[in-house]
């Protein structure tokens, strides 16, 4: 039983509460009513406490894709630091031979061209991951606030009711 379940047992007890003979109140198990609300009240932590790894899962897989980005972006940087080196090894080598020096320096923009690519390629994934997995917890969050803020409208609501009738009011937190 999760803590909807729960809250949604409360809410019965309350609302099949036997009607009294004066005023707008009901009358409910005082027992039976503590123990669906200590249920609740321990059911309530595991669903903050997942709320919560989902947000320490959110931010692992984020610092996660960032590394990951940050080591492409570096090998990437290097791979072309290595393909200048190499290119300008061959220009100098083939200094005498202008076709050929020509073509090295094309092949050297090419590998350039070719790792930037890929290094682009890789960070968009690497954020289009991080943009899912993102947009899944948003959503998840925002079933769980719904679900919250509808329980405590029904709690006022309820308060409210009983306010109006003229009886005591007995807050539960």
Known sequence: ???????????????????????????????????????????????????????????A???????????????????AAQIREHAEREREALLADHALLEEAQERGRALFRHASDQA?????????????????LAETLSH?????EAGRERLQDSQAAAQDSGEDVVAVR
């Open 1 to 59: 039983m999760d803590i909807h379940d729960t809250l949604n047992e409360a809410i019965t007890l309350v609302e099949e509460g036997k009607q009294r003979a004066f005023g707008a109140g009901v009358v409910v198990d005082q027992q039976q009513l503590l123990d669906v609300l200590q249920r609740a009240h321990a059911l309530l932590p595991e669903e903050v406490l997942q709320a919560g790894q989902v947000i320490a899962d959110r931010d």
């Open 61 to 79: 897989l984020l610092a996660q894709a960032q590394t990951r980005a940050a080591d492409i972006e570096a090998e990437a940087n290097q791979g």
């Open 144 to 148: 769980t606030l719904q679900v919250v």
């Open 120 to 136: 682009q390629a890789k960070t968009s994934e690497a954020d289009a991951y991080a943009e899912a997995r993102l947009a899944a």
